[in-house]
């Protein structure tokens, strides 16, 4: 019934700094736990950061932990991801996803709503 779209990615340099939004329509978070994915082509979808809806509690995967940073606005119905430090590795279609789930939000699987994806794109 939510529909999410992600916005916000484009073309930076090693380095540099993108924040990306992703917007609900058709009904608020209220209730979901929702995380960032990314993606690239031949490669699974991957985990980036998540943030809980019942304690608020944020996660991220090893490979961005200090450089991104994930945030809710319940009133705006917008999870935001700022990236910092770039790298090429970075690069990626990255999702925004909800999940009603309490636990495994690292997890993939555990995500039942996405959007249609942005890209990222890094250069050297």
């Known amino acids: 019934q939510v529909q999410l779209v992600e916005s916000g990615g484009g073309l930076v340099q090693a380095g540099g700094s993108l924040s990306l939004s992703c917007a609900a329509s058709?009904?608020?978070?209220?209730?979901?736990?929702m995380g960032w994915f990314r993606q690239t082509p031949g490669k699974e979808r991957e985990f980036v950061a998540g943030i809980s809806w019942t304690s608020g509690r944020t996660f991220y995967a090893d490979s961005v932990k200090g450089r991104f940073t994930i945030s809710r606005d319940n009133v705006e119905n917008t999870v935001s991801l700022q990236m910092n430090s770039l790298k090429p590795e970075d690069t990626a279609v990255y999702y925004c996803a909800a999940t009603t789930a309490y636990i495994g939000i690292t997890n993939v699987r555990a995500y039942d709503t996405w959007g249609q994806g942005t890209q990222v794109t890094v250069s050297s």
């Open positions: 058709g009904r608020t978070f209220s209730g979901y736990s």
